[in-house]
Each structure stands twice: as C-alpha cells, then as structure tokens.
C-alpha cells in the first residue's frame, strides 16, 4: 500500500459436491453446501494469511454452484 491506496485481489475456491444425481431436494442439498460451504471458509482463512505477505481482508464475495462445482469468488483488499 502506497500514498493511501488500496490494493485488490481475486481470489477463486471452488470444492465438489457429492455426485449432483445423488442431491434430488433441497433437504438432501441444504447439508452438502453447508459441507462444502464450511471447507471453503477453512481453505480461505488460510489462503489470505498466506497471499503476499498477509494483510488482506474479504471486501466481497460471491458463490455459484455449476454442475456440481460450487465456485466462491472472493474480492480481497488491504
């Protein structure tokens, strides 16, 4: 961080769900992405005290669930 500036990075996680076919209701998919959902949190503490030297924080994010790929976008700023 230089003159006050904010400084910007992406960060992508994604993890599998159990096979999709297998997650017909919402009562069998509920649990799964609160599993899932769970080891990205883990993974992203992780990833950020690792990123440049540390320093960051999650500004925004956004989650996508794609053929059974469930995709975090993390927008990260320090």
């Known amino acids: 961080m230089t003159n006050g500036q904010h400084e910007f990075k992406m960060l992508v996680?994604?993890?599998?769900l159990k096979v999709p076919g297998l997650l017909?209701?919402?009562?069998?998919?509920?649990?799964?992405?609160?599993?899932?959902?769970?080891k990205i949190e883990e993974d992203l503490?992780?990833?950020v005290a690792a990123l440049d030297g540390g320093g960051w924080s999650v500004n925004s994010h956004s989650v996508t669930v794609y053929n059974g790929l469930v995709i975090a976008s993390i927008l990260l700023s320090r």
């Open 13 to 16: 996680l994604t993890q599998r």
């Open 45 to 47: 503490g992780s990833s």
């Open 24 to 38: 017909e209701t919402m009562t069998d998919q509920a649990p799964e992405l609160r599993r899932v959902m769970g």
